[in-house]
């Protein structure tokens, strides 16, 4: 029987011959390694324990042991301090994050997202949820925080009480943004915080990219510097006005795997008991007890920390090299592309007379590559002219060319153009339609 065994499988994307440039996470390679830790990590946790013991229901907040190995590997990770009792375990980023929009807000509060933002999570508050949603602009340094004041001003009253104590929420990726790969300034963090609390704003930050920082110290090159610090700790706690409006929720899913399910929160207190007090924690008596013991021990034993640097050294060559293949094959046409110090995402802006929509055909059919287009990252479907890409998923020989087919795809599209308007002239003329232009089964499906 032919049986769909993961997303790729399941949505058609996985025809022989294609490259798929929107997968954003670790590819076969790097799962074999984490394969081999998890077993590993079993036969330690065996030589302790009874198996069957980490079949039983588990704690509230997740398992104790994996709360503290995580905060002892993130604090090595950071290079800043993570404690134990900060922390929540969660069943990965999108179940942390689809937990406190649920348990904490409804359709009368607003919900403020950057502009452009992780596109799956755009989709849905807008359409599953009907939440009202609204787009802040990303600059160079992280959301515009002035645009955000103005519309804070004019929220509506909402009555607080201790089970929905906030007015609104912002869902931010303050390190290696997905997709721009923008780290927010140190200025703004502070700023976020400031506004946070007078506003009473709940800002949940999405730190699934924060450990993959490529930025290597210039007299010793394999020493990675670590990432910029997180917006959680901008929210100091001993503030005469802290209460705790930060919410970092951190995943396992970009270096070591998203089949794990497995992720964390660091949660201020006033919130820990609310969600220990909800249906979906009290009934299953917290989350992913099974993958949090043998993780316990893949976590205490290092091979963690040493997986990550084998990601972060084959991440920032691929990202290099995507780069460097953007620059030199269509930057002459007014192509520009994002430079990250870290995650999985390269930004491409191409020159705005021409849109990913005219040239992702010709690189589906013609070229056999796919991408995410820009305008599914907002709202409200700005970027058109923009692509994102992922240099997560493929080994360089693949990722090599993978880009140089998008690139190929792009240049036919923009000398087809040129063929009809001056590029960069500023001026809009309508465009040369495309012959044979035709999307396979489920091409727009977007992954992760
Ligand atoms: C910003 C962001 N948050 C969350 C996720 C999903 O994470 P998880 O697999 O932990 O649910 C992704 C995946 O691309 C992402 O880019």
Redesign the pocket.
Known sequence: MDVPLNEFEESGLNVPGHLYLQF??PGPGLLKKVATMMKTGMNLYQERHRHEEALQYGCLSGNGLLRLELAKFLTRQYGQVVERDDIFITN????G?DSLMKHFFTRDHVIFVENPT?Q??ARHVVNDDQMRVVPIAMRDDGADMEELEKSLESLPPVNLTSRRPFRAAMYV?AIHH?PTGICYSPEKCRKLVKLARKYEMLVIC?D?YNVLNYVTDPVDPDKFKFAPQRLFAYDNKQDSDYKGHIVANG?F??FAG?GLRL?WYELPKRLFVHLEDSYFIESASGMMSYSSTIMTDVLSSGMMDEHVQIVRKQFKVRMEKSISIIQSSVSKYGVKCSQPSGGCFLWVEMPEEVTAEMVFPVAQNKEHVSFIKGELSSVNRDFPNCIRLSIAFYELPDLVEAVQRMCRAIEKVLRQVAGTVSINNNTKHSHTILDGAVLCKNANRIT?
Not at 92 to 95: F, I, V
């Open positions: 954003g996470s990965g980023a999108t179940g994050l992780y799956t999570f990726i997905n999405d699934v995943s899913s970009k998203p992720g992760v």
